[in-house]
DNA sequence: AAGGCGGGGTA
DNA sequence: TACCCAGCCTT
């Protein structure tokens, strides 16, 4: 029995149960294939279940806020992704007349949808042979075939794809494409892969030249870089405070948070009271109070945030229209909806 | 071709 | 601590 095959008979028998494999509603599979996106199974279904239920076709998704789709996707990460599912359904309605794409050529012109999305939806849903190549494939593959090519390199990349092309049943694309990656998911591991039980051990390389251990095989490690965070927490008499939209480029786009004050290293209370940001939204009686004794360590895939919550008490300040009371509308990052947390039940 | 982009699980 | 997760976009 040939790679393929043995993995379908593999799937047939060990496939989990999860609720976006219970259609083929091009939708809900590319809603499934956007959340997943660098996201485990476990943390991205409670997600995929409010979307389904919150915007049942792609019409309600189009003609919801930005802030209201940021907001459901709140906690999942790479809010990108989200942004880019919401300007999507717009071209679906406008680009599609409202009828989903249905061929890789199409699908992929979709914002936010790359080789691996197109595939797989196109595959699914549409039975078109076109191979997913996520990190599970490349672990899978890598190992299988003892393939020491940097999975993060062009060559490893355009090699890959290629290969897994070769693999794919043409007959049942989309099962052969859930195959792979759910053998990968559950027995092909990054970490203790259980070979011992392997359908494909007589003939994996890589347990052969006892060389799983080193596969996928990755360039290169990120340099994370530090950055110092200071946010100025109105606590307004009127039980009011300041939020401000992050624009731009950079993290967080699109979701709220306090006015920031960033710094090149650890400061001080009498170094943010000079800045002319603080001068510019408080008066000079202001007063100033740290929350956190230690800086909280929020730690991103690539930079990490030494951040300070400060307090601010000031009877005249003049821009605050953000009341804590409803602060819960507004799309947060995680270090600030822990914060509002902690420092709501500080003040009960 | 390289860098940026979250948050959480696992060992 | 280090690695990785149903990757994609911008420069």
Known sequence: MDFSKVLIQWYLQNDRDLPWRKTKNPYFVWLSEIILQQTRVAQGTPYYLTFVKEFPTVFELAEASETHVLKLWQGLGYYSRARNLHFAAKQ????????????????????GVGDYTASAISSICFKEPHAVVDGNVYRVLARYFNMGTAINSSKGIKEFKALAQELIDPTQPGTSNQAIMEFGALHCKPQNPLCDTC????????????????????????????????????????????????????????LFEFPLIESDDLIDAKTIVNTKEFKQLFSKRASLSLFNEKEIIHKLSHQHLYTKFWIVED????????????????????????FIRSFSTKTD
């Open 315 to 338: 009877e005249e300040v003049v821009k605050s229209d953000i009341l804590w009371n409803k602060i819960e509308q507004y799309p947060v990052p995680i270090l600030i909806s822990n």
């Open 199 to 254: 359908p494909l051990s007589e003939s994996c390389l890589a347990l052969k030249h006892k060389t799983i251990k080193e596969l996928p095989f990755k360039e290169k490690k990120l340099k994370i870089k530090k950055r110092y965070f200071n946010y100025l927490v109105l606590n307004g008499e009127q039980g009011n405070t300041i939020l401000t939209e992050r624009k731009g480029k950079g993290i967080w786009q699109g």
């Open 92 to 111: 679906v309605v406008n680009d599609f007349g409202g009828v989903f794409p249905n061929s890789y050529d199409k699908i992929i012109q979709l914002k």
